[in-house]
Nanobody, 128 residues
Framework: QVQLVESGGGLVQTGGSLRLSCAASGDTFSTYAMGWFRQAPGKEREFVAA????????YYADSVQGRFTISRASTKNLVYLQMNSLKPEDTAVYYCAAAPVPTARAMAVIPQGQIVDWGQGTQVTVSS
């Protein structure tokens, strides 16, 4: 298993930027694909972005493509989500996740119930 702790959330105005960080621990970090999900009030948790364990490939939800960038620093066991051009509809609790899947896209398509490693979440609020 991988232990995950998110940070970097906060309040920002429309058009602003935030960078979320996810600190991972556990021997299997380097072998897992990592991803970010979010859950807005009254809505189901949805996929946002993922990165392959080798950091070669990434995958994004259509709603954030071109605005968000996921990256990882394996030597520091860190995964980042750089969020630019934020919109009020980006307001949500953002969760870091890890899964033993071979591709970034797999994080988006596997049932979330199969993802066993989650962080506690960090709140992102975008004011209009």
């Amino acid at each position: 298993q991988v232990q995950l702790v998110e940070s970097g959330g906060g309040l920002v105005q429309t058009g602003g930027s935030l960078r979320l960080s996810c600190a991972a621990s556990g021997d299997t970090f380097s072998t897992y694909a990592m991803g970010w999900f979010r859950q807005a009030p009254g809505k189901e948790r949805e996929f946002v972005a993922a990165i392959k364990r080798s950091a070669i490939s990434t995958y994004y939800a259509d709603s954030v493509q071109g605005r968000f960038t996921i990256s990882r620093a394996s030597t520091k066991n860190l995964v980042y989500l750089q969020m630019n051009s934020l919109k009020p509809e980006d307001t949500a609790v953002y969760y870091c996740a890890a899964a033993p899947v071979p591709t970034a896209r797999a994080m988006a398509v596997i049932p979330q119930g199969q993802i066993v490693d989650w962080g506690q979440g960090t709140q992102v609020t975008v004011s209009s």
